[in-house]
């Protein structure tokens, strides 16, 4: 048990896993009413004051995901078939929310036709809305009292490649975009971002931290979740390891928002998932659901390498992205430094632009390896498996290579050239790290693993509330439709 952290109590009436941007906003919420007794656990390290975060967990412009950082979960994972590579997750409190690069983007208006009906625009709105406090916008699509801080970076505190990139694009003849989390958002403008002061304010910071002094509520940092415990169909608590040995908290209702792998992963590690998968691992089955760990989407990411003509600065302040240009399925992104500086540790030195395809139709899964909590389950992403895929893909690098040739951008840089066969297209390859739907909300249990209020078909007492349960991947990037989503999930306790 690190200094500071609390005794695990033995009991709760609610138990979150995982203290990532959904489970902040859930424990936050749930102990406003102080008669529940809420326990939050998290794997990683907690700090309870701003004057504990580490400089890197504080800067902005600093994202510390990189394979040597103590701050995240690395998952090796295959993209494509003939790809390895690996992914990071938050290990710590407040989760990936807490080393991202502030991008505070919706899900656009027909993203949530692929929802359950109750889950429509119009029905989360308020709750988009409760979530924030924007800076730039008011009106009925805003919120201006929320507790995450939302701002745009004003043009004239632009890094060169972010105006560049925005005048060739509006020349090109894409419009301009100046509030993306407006409805019917598209062209190229500003991005929202979760940052004041050069600070990301995360759902920790803005949920959780300011209320750490209630008497219900206990956050328990490095303490893992193994297993979920069952009485028959019924949840009646958790396994958690400590460095002081497994422990039990009793509870008969367990929300899990440990993340789109992290989750899945638990689900199966403690019964619930494809039957013969878990047969065949010799785990005993709680719930036969097909659907846990399968076909998840993310959003695949082909980098454009390029070098400057002129030595261009950069404050160590400045966001990662500043701009976006958003069309009906593709976004790219000017990134404002190498992800080497961005990046510590990654060894990727050149900068970039990033080409994203954000309704990709290939699908990926999650499986175990063994039934061991301490072996990282198997993430096999099958990028570029559709051929629409790589078609669009193919169509957005030539397009985003012709701006990089044109206008201001030709003044700024000089782009490596690009060829987009499938084998260039491979090895350019990455993801955004958007992971979604690996635990699908829907009505029928053969394909999602949730209902429409976030509980898991089959059982009582558990629930999952992180962007495992979305149905569709947002073609926007997914926090802050996750913080919406934890918001309203709150609503249901």
Known sequence: MAVGDPPIPE????????????????????????????ILVE??????????????????????????????????????????????????????GAVNGGYFVRAQVDDFAHWPASWS?????????????????????????????????????WHPISAAFSDVARAAGHPEDPDKNAPGSHGVGPVPLNIRDGVRVGPASAYLLPNLDRPNLTVRSGATVTRVIFSGDRVVGVEVATDSGLRTIR??????????????????????GDSRHLEGLEIPVVADLPAVG??????????????????????TQTPALQVTLNTDDIEMRPYTASFGDLIPGSGIGQPCLGVVLMKPRSRGEIRLVSADPGDAPSVSYRYLEAGQDREALRSAVTHASDLMRSGA???????????TSDAWLSDHLGTSLHLSGSCRMGSDATTSVVDERCRV???????????????????RGPHATAVMVAERASTFF
Not at 75 to 84: I, N, Q
Not at 294 to 315: G, I, K, N, Q
Not at 460 to 473: M, N, R
Request: with cysteine.
């Open 409 to 419: 951008m030709a003044e700024l840089l000089e782009p490596e050239e690009i060829d």
């Open 43 to 96: 794997s990683g390290p907690g700090h309870r004051i701003p004057s504990e975060f580490p400089p890197e967990l504080v800067d902005a412009g600093v994202l510390p995901v990189g394979p040597d950082s103590q701050w995240v979960w690395p998952y090796p994972v295959e993209l494509t078939s003939g790809r390895s590579g690996w992914i990071a997750r938050g290990r710590v409190l407040g989760g990936s």
């Open 121 to 157: 625009f119009d029905d989360v709105l308020p709750f988009f809305t409760r979530i924030e406090s924007d800076a730039d916008f008011s009106g009925p699509w805003h919120g201006t009292d929320g507790p995450i801080p939302v701002h745009r970076e004003p043009r004239d505190r």
């Open 11 to 38: 009991s709760a009436d609610v138990v979150v896993v995982g203290g990532g941007s959904c489970g902040s906003v859930l424990a936050g919420r749930l102990s406003e009413d102080p008669s529940r007794r809420v």
């Open 457 to 475: 078909h089959g059982v009582d007492g558990l629930f999952i509330v992180d962007t495992s349960i979305f149905p569709a991947l947002p073609s």
């Open 294 to 315: 399968s076909e998840f989407s993310d959003h695949p990411e082909v980098v454009l390498p390029y070098r400057y003509r002129r030595a261009v600065s950069r404050t």
């Open 251 to 272: 509870s008969s209702t367990v929300v899990l928002t440990a993340g789109a792998v992290a989750t899945p992963h638990l689900l199966m590690l403690s019964g619930l």
